[in-house]
């Protein structure tokens, strides 16, 4: 299972930082993705992490986000950093077809 945590309410320009915590050995041997989904939109890819470390973002997030791991935690993390009302969106993890419960990010003064 995957259990993502950090979201929160945050005022732009503000930082936050996910986990997703994975159990088992599902975690370090797998690529970690994270995506989001805003309240009338379609879930959108965020970031992505090979298990070797190789990381992609999309446009929208590229040097705002940064995605890393820490395989000896079975932990995915995604800090972010100047954030924006249209990062508001529901956050999710994703380890092969397993996805997390998702993590509430609302950006808003």
């Known amino acids: 299972q995957l259990q993502a945590s950090g979201g929160g309410l945050v005022q732009p320009g503000g930082s936050l930082r996910l986990s997703c915590a994975a159990s088992?050995?599902?975690?370090?041997?797998?690529?970690l993705a994270w995506y989001r989904q805003a309240p009338g939109k379609q879930r959108e890819f965020v970031a992505y992490?090979?298990?070797?470390?190789?990381?992609n973002y999309a446009d929208s997030v590229k040097g705002r986000f940064t995605i890393s791991r820490t395989n000896a935690k079975n932990t995915g993390y995604l800090q972010m950093n100047s954030l924006k009302a249209e990062d508001t969106a529901v956050y999710y993890c994703?380890?092969?077809?397993?996805w997390g419960q998702g993590t509430q990010v609302t950006v808003s003064s």
């Open positions: 994703k380890i092969k077809d397993f």
């Open positions: 088992g050995t599902i975690f370090s041997l797998n690529s």
């Open positions: 992490i090979s298990s070797s470390g190789t990381t």
